[in-house]
């Protein structure tokens, strides 16, 4: 099983944000959070983790938006970037894929199904 590994979290909802501490740190997994634009980058800056998750609706822009943002960094991640909503539909997975993400979950999300599916994504 891979452990010691870093996620980077962007989501404003505080029960997400806690559900992805308590499973991830069962296993030894860093979690770093952030909830918009600048505190993503404050976060980027810090260092690069090795998954970058993003909630699809943010309080300052969208999952999308800061896809690119982050894809146009100078120095940009070299990591998955995967997206987590609750808000889709048949075409939202496929959405997903056109904008450049490198996976999804879609909420609810269950804790061991977050481990395993960011495990997998850093083997």
Known sequence: M?????????DDDIDTQELFQDAL????????TAIDIPSTLAALKQGVPDVIVLDIFLPDTDGYR??????????????PIIA???YYTTDTMGDLKKHG?????LKPL????????LQKLVA
């Open 84 to 86: 987590i909503t609750g």
């Open 110 to 117: 269950d804790p061991v199904e977050i481990v395993d599916y």
């Open 101 to 105: 993400f490198d996976g999804y979950m």
């Open 66 to 79: 800061l896809l690119q943002l982050i894809r146009a960094l100078p120095d940009r991640p070299a990591c």
């Open 2 to 10: 891979t452990d010691n590994f870093r996620v980077l979290l962007v």
């Open 25 to 32: 740190a069962h296993y030894g997994i860093t979690l770093d």
